[in-house]
C-alpha cells in the first residue's frame, strides 16, 4: 500500500517521540527531552518527577555496575497498582455497583523476591493481593503477604503438603482461597479441613466456551487443560451439599489466557461466568467472589489494535466493560453483586523494567565502488546491472527494482555452473547493493513509495551488535515472536540514518532481534545513529518487566544480567534502592554442574603437564593460571577493561 512520505525537514525530539512511538506505547511514562535524552516520569505525567534514563546509566557505570543491566523503576510499579485500583473504584462508582474490587498479583508473571516484595508494599494501601499456582509459590506467597484484607489466591494442582499450607495460612487470618481445577482436590480439602479444624475458602475454575484470540487462546474455550465442565461443577455442588458445606464454596475463577488484544473476548467471558455464577448461588452456594483472572493486555506496539502486540481498549474501558457486563447479568436475577478480582499480571509490571545495553559493534555491507571499465565476460550481466544503476529515476524505482533482483538472481546461477568467476559474483553483488542504495535514495523523494520499495531497508539493513542475551533476556522474542518497543536511550536529537537489525552476543542465529513496532503491526528493521568513535552507544527494550525474566535461559552460558532498581523522588532526585549483581561465569558454570575448584585443579594439570613438555614456560603457568581465575570470577556478558 503507498504511503504518504513527508517533506524532508530538520529533526527534532518531537519526530523520534513520534518515529520511536514513544508516547503510543510509553502510557506517560517515557518521554524525549530536549536533549534527545529518553526520560522517565514514574507518575505517567510529564509534569510530574521526572529523570533522564542516560543519566541513570552513568550514574550506574560511574558505581561499576557493568552492562547489561535491566533497571526497574520501582514507583512505576506502585503507579500501575494505584491506576488499576483508581479506574475499577471509578467504573464502581458512577456505574452504581453494589460490591468492590480486589486485585492479585500471579506469582508466576515475575516471581523475584525484589518484585513480589515490592508489589506487596505498593499494594498494600489498595488490599492487594497474591496468587500462586504451584507449592514453591504459595510458600512465597504466605511469607511475603501480611494484609489480611487481602486475598491469596491458590490456583494449580494441589497435594496435601500444598492445602495444608493454605489451610493454615487461612487459620492465621489471611484470605486464603482453594481454587478447585479438578475433582478430586475437593475430598482431600475436605478431609485436611476437618483434620486441622479450619473452614476452607473454595472456589472452582470453571472451562468457558469463550475463548480469547491471540498467542493464548488454548487456555480457554472446550480443549483447555483448565477448569472443570459443567457437569463437573454439578458434582462439586452435590457432593458439597452431601457434606451441608455449600458456605464454603464463595469463588468462581477463569482465566482464558494472557495479552487478550480485543474487548469483545473479555466481554463474551465475563458474560458466560456471570451465569454460571448466579447459577451457583441459585443453587445455594454462599460466592461472593467473582475472579476473572488475567489477561489485561499491554499494548507493547501502540497501534491500540486487536493485533497480539496490542490491546484495542483502553485500561478505563476494560474496568467498565467489565462491572457493566456483571451488572447487566446478575441485576436481571437481583443476585447481590460480588467483590471482583483481577488477576493481572502483565499489566502491573510489564511498564518497570527496561533492559539496557551497549552496541558493541556494528557489521554493514559497504560496497566497492563500481569499476570505472567491467571486466570482459562471456555474458552481459554486468553491463546490464550498471545500466540498471543508471536508469534509477523516480518514475521507475519499481521496475529498476524488478530488474535488478533478476540479474541478481542470475549472477547466482551462473556462479553456480561455473560460467563466471568469484570476482564477477563479487562485483554484481556490489552492483545489485548501489542500485538498492540508489533506489531507496531516490524513493525517498516520493510521494508514493510501493510497498516492496519500503522493505529495501530490511535488505540494505545493517547487524548493530548488542552486549545482551536474548534466550536470557528477551526470551519472548525468540519463543512467540513477542514485540517490544526498543529505542536508544540518548541521540534522539539526531535522526537515525542506518536502518538495522540487533543481534546478540550469542553465537545462535536466533538470537536477534528483527521485528520492531511499528504503529500497526511489526517492521523487520529499525533506524538507529551511526557509532561515535570513543563514545558508546545504548539501546533500551522497554516493558520488559513481565515474564521475561524466569523463562530466560542460559543458552550459550549467558546468565542473569546485573538489576538495578530505583526509587524516584518528588523532587525529581533517585535513589538506588537494590542491586543485585549478574552471574559471574562460576556461578552460571555451577548451574550446569561443572565443579569449579576440580576444574581449577585440572587446568593446573594441564599447564604443568605443558610446562613438562616443553611447550610453555613457568611464567606462562602464572599468566594462564591468572586469566583462568580472573575468567571464573567475571560477568558472563563482554566487559570493559
Ligand atoms: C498467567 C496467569 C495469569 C496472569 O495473566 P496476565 O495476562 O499476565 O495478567 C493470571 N491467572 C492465571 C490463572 C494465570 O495462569
Redesign the pocket.
Known sequence: MPVTKKKTKKWSTQDAIDFYGVDRWGAGYFSVDKNGDIVISPSGKKEGPHVSLPKVVKCMLDRGMDMPVLLRIENILGSQIKTLHETFAKAIKELDYKGSYKGVF?I??NQQEQVVEAIAQFGSKFDHGL?A?SKPELIAAISILENRNACLIC??YKDEEFIDLGLYATKMGLQCFFVIEIPDELELILERAAKIGVQPNIGI?IKLAAKAEGK?AE?GGDSSV?GLNMSQIIYIIDRLKEENKLDCLKLL?Y?I????SNIRDIRVGVMEACRIYDELIQEGAAMGYLDL?????VDYDGSRTNEPSSRNYSLEEYCFDIVETITTVLDKSSTPHPTII???????VAYYSVLLFNVLDVSSYVPQPIPKQLPKTSNDLLENLLSTYKMVSPKDVQECYNDTLFYRDQARQLFKHGQISIRERAIAEDLFRHILLKIAKTAAKLQHVPREIQEINDILSDVYYGNFSVFQSLPDVWAINQLFPVVPIHRLDEAPSRPAIIADITCDCDGKIDMFPNGEGAKGTIMLHDLKEQEEYYLGVFLVG??QETLGDLHNLFGDTNVVSININDDSSYEFVRELEGDSVADILSYVEYDVKAMKQRIKKFAEDSIHKGFIKVKDRKVILHMFDEGLRGYSYFEKE
Do not use: D, M
Request: charged share 15%; no cysteine; net charge positive.
Open positions: 500471579p508466576k508473571v496468587e499456582g490456583n494449580g475454575r493464548w487456555s483448565f475463577h482465566h489466557g494472557s495479552q487478550i483472572g488475567g489477561g489485561l493486555a483481577t488477576e493481572s499480571g502483565r499489566a502491573i513481565a515474564y
